[in-house]
């Protein structure tokens, strides 16, 4: 199973950033997903589930209304389109698949986000 | 959605065993079995180590251990290896449909 995230890098405040999540070696289409981040320096922080068809999405305080997660099963393929982004948005994003909506079992490398002027 | 409480720093000697905390409420670690475990060292992603409370991944040593009681779970460490230096997390599903992270533990080896 891989899972590598791509679209990180430096950004201004109030700019967007667009994430992707390749997978490979697993049926993507019947996993749900999430992703998670990691402040420089400190601890993890749930973001967004979705289900493996799509239509039941979950987000966390501090992502609903700015971040809005989606998947092209076709692609098996994750995202996450991050708008007005803070300076607090700086981390890195993990990947993560979803088992029985329970707990996270395969995680990405992450990719660095970085907003600053 | 207020973090899951974790010690921040845990230290043992090698074959010593320690016991990590992780307090939540009753809307979180309290009425589910869905609390998970994961290790992560410097510079790596994070690793599931347990998972529904009790539950070891395959490949993962037997000298993990977790429980529950009521609105805290424990992660035990038994035989502690240098390996084991790492940082820890607990998570928990919420009765609001998220996720809740500790804030983690730095484990250290004497």
């Known amino acids: 199973v891989q899972l590598v995230e791509t679209g990180g890098g430096s950004v201004e405040p109030g700019g967007s950033l667009r994430l992707s999540c390749a997978t490979s070696?697993?049926?993507?289409?019947?996993?749900?997903m999430s992703w998670i981040r990691q402040a420089p320096g400190k601890g993890l922080q749930w973001l967004s589930y979705?289900?493996?068809?799509?239509?039941?999405?979950y987000y966390a305080d501090s992502a609903r209304g700015r971040f809005t997660i989606s998947r092209d099963n076709a692609k098996n393929s994750l995202y996450l389109q991050m708008n007005s982004l803070r300076a607090e948005d700086t981390a890195v994003y993990y990947c993560?698949?979803?088992?029985?909506?329970?707990?996270?079992?395969?995680w990405g490398q992450g990719t660095l986000v970085t907003v600053s002027s | 959605q207020s973090a899951l409480t974790q010690p921040a720093s845990v230290s043992g000697s090698p074959g010593q065993s320690i016991t990590i905390s992780c307090t939540g409420t009753?809307?979180?670690?309290?009425?589910?079995?869905?609390v998970s475990w994961y290790q992560q060292h410097p510079g790596k992603a994070p690793k599931l180590i347990i998972y529904?409370?009790?539950n070891r991944p395959s490949g993962v040593s037997d000298r993990f251990s977790g429980s529950k009681s009521d609105n805290t779970a424990s992660l035990t460490i038994s035989g502690l290896q240098p390996e084991d230096e790492a940082d820890y997390y607990c998570?928990?599903?919420?009765?609001?449909?998220?996720?809740?992270f500790g804030g983690g533990t730095k484990v250290t080896v004497l």
């Open positions: 993560v698949t979803v088992i029985r909506g329970e707990y996270f079992l395969h």
């Open positions: 070696g697993l049926p993507f289409r019947d996993y749900y």
């Open positions: 979705i289900s493996s068809s799509g239509t039941t999405i």
């Open positions: 009753s809307n979180d670690i309290g009425p589910y079995k869905f």
């Open positions: 529904e409370v009790t």
């Open positions: 998570t928990s599903y919420t009765t609001s449909r998220t996720w809740v």
